[in-house]
């Protein structure tokens, strides 16, 4: 597990929006001397005097639905908000299998989260690691072939995800 440190795209930033609408967009790069290993920002969010959404995401583009973390915050009552970072270099494995995928991959309780880059359009796994940064929460891989073949998983975590046989299996049972 890693905090935030030099693993993060360099594009990486706050956004604070509505939450329903999305409206009143803003959005704050972090700051490129924010240090390594650290999992506090303290930045200067302007925000109107109402709950907004934040999220910490590795571009604008990817702020409302690929984002690491998210909270809501009352600025009607506050100025301040904050929020714990906890991000992961998550390692994926097919231990046997040469290579497998593409497999969806969703944030369990956030059903407008879509992953970003490579996993974008599916995540193609090797027999080799596999790294994917995510931020803390419960995940699943599926099969989009057999939906109901999926793998759930926690981050942060220690161990590579190795994948269960059935969701590793290549497509076709050809190797």
Known sequence: MSGLSNDLPATTGIAVFL??????????PLPADRGADTDTIDLAIQ??????????????????????????ADFTKSERATFTLELATVEFSTQDVDH?????????????????????????????ATPLLL???????????????????????AAPIVLDADLALPRGRKP
């Not at 925000?47 to 690491?68: K, N, Q």
């Not at 699943?140 to 942060?156: G, H, N, S, W």
């Open 47 to 72: 925000a109107p005097a109402r709950e907004v959404l934040l999220t910490l995401a590795p571009s604008a583009a990817c702020a409302r639905h690929s984002y690491f973390a998210q909270t809501t």
């Open 19 to 28: 939450p329903v609408t999305g409206a009143l967009f803003d959005w704050q």
């Open 100 to 128: 497998t995928g593409p497999l969806q991959l969703r944030r369990l309780g956030h059903p407008e989260w879509h992953p970003s880059g490579a996993a974008a359009a599916g995540l193609r796994l090797t027999r080799n």
């Open 135 to 157: 931020g803390a929460g419960d995940y699943e891989l599926v099969d989009p072939v057999r939906p109901k073949i999926r793998q759930a998983f926690t981050v942060p975590t």
